[in-house]
């Protein structure tokens, strides 16, 4: 089954180049590649370009103009490029581990999405990460990671879970099973008929509302949080507004407790302000 993955970026061609490495080296090769660009310079584009050739991915780049932090309307744009029945979710600072598309495709099942996470690394470990640890996915490994700067912890289990004993592990796990951007997936006619992102939400749970009208629209979540692997790469959050994450909480619990599965400022307002689909840059 061909995917189609989509993930956001913005001015960080070094994390970028080292996700575009992580999708080169995946076992499941039917897909395409739709980078949601929020106002990037053209550097980004260069790198998408000359990445695309160099390593035989099929890129589509969608750019919008840099008004301030809009990734709903970003994505949604991305989702409307799509041209696979599944898509899958991640983020332009998350490094995918091989079998990565093909944990997904594996559990993609007619009325759920999938919901996994990621394991962060600090900022020294993120640097030093090249394209041979990601070829030869010792980046993945625990041992590997302590010798380049992860600091000592028991934390580990995300990494370290076979695929024998994900599955367990995943229905045993705590954790509720809330839609996470960087790694989930559903199917994209589920997505259109929720309309998609709302584009009134900035940083802070953008991911989580979306799964929310999913979910009330009878789209199950299933975990594939100890077999859907990535690694998160360190960087700042200078767009982090307390006042957006506490708006974007309310309009969620609301929308949870209301049913709500539906959003009107999502993908159908792009097709009412003329938004049409045109060649990748």
């Known amino acids: 089954m061909k995917v189609s993955v989509i993930f956001s970026t913005y001015n960080s061609v070094e994390w970028l180049q080292k996700v575009l490495w992580g999708f080169a080296y995946q076992t499941h090769k039917d897909f395409e590649i739709i980078i949601a660009d929020d106002g990037s310079t053209p550097e980004t584009a260069e790198l998408i370009k000359t990445q695309s050739k160099a390593l035989g991915l099929e890129i589509k780049h969608v750019w919008q103009e840099d008004e301030g932090f809009q990734k709903c309307r970003i994505l949604n744009k991305a989702i409307l490029h799509a041209q696979a029945p599944y898509i899958v979710f991640t983020d332009g600072d998350c490094i995918p581990r091989n079998d990565f598309l093909a944990v997904h495709v594996q559990e993609a099942k007619p009325g759920r999405y999938l919901s996994g996470s990621y394991y962060k690394l600090p900022m020294d470990t993120s640097h030093s990460i090249t394209q041979e640890d ?128 539906w959003t009107d400022h999502g993908i159908q307002q792009l097709h009412d302000i003329g938004y049409t689909v045109e060649p990748s840059l």
């Open 134 to 261: 990601i070829k030869t996915q010792r980046c993945f490994d625990v041992k590997w990671l302590y010798q380049n700067g992860l600091p000592k912890t028991r934390k580990t289990l995300k990494l370290r879970a076979s695929q024998k004993w994900a599955p367990l592990l995943n229905a045993l796990t705590p954790t509720a099973c809330n839609l996470k951007g960087s790694n989930a997936s559903a199917w994209r006619q589920d997505i259109l008929d929720v309309n998609g992102f709302d584009e009134r939400m900035q940083w802070g749970g953008l991911d989580r509302e979306f799964g929310v009208r999913l979910a009330n629209n009878g789209i199950k979540p299933k975990h594939v949080r100890y077999n859907a692997i990535c690694v998160h790469l360190d960087h700042s959050r200078g767009y982090k507004d307390p006042k957006m994450v506490a708006a974007n909480k309310a309009l969620r619990v609301a929308n949870a407790k209301n049913k709500v599965t």
